[in-house]
């Protein structure tokens, strides 16, 4: 599994095979192509809801309940 992360705060994300997870950085990156897996929507299940998220032809993600 590749883990992305940032090279700098307002850089890139890039992929690396390395996962060290870093006390300091309590945040997780995913890549969204990871998440869809080839698809245009993926359904997040959060408390009992459900939330989606959808690509758009211009290649934006939008959440909506």
Do not use: N, Q
């Not at 945040?27 to 998220?53: C, K, P, W």
């Amino acid at each position: 599994m590749a883990c992305v992360r940032p090279v700098s705060a307002s850089g890139p994300a890039v992929e690396s095979d390395r996962c060290d997870p870093s006390p300091a950085s309590p945040e997780r990156a995913v890549s969204s192509s990871t998440l869809l897996a080839g698809r245009r929507v993926l359904v997040i299940r959060h408390a009992d809801e459900d939330y989606r998220l959808r690509v758009t032809r211009s290649g934006k993600l939008i959440l909506t309940k």
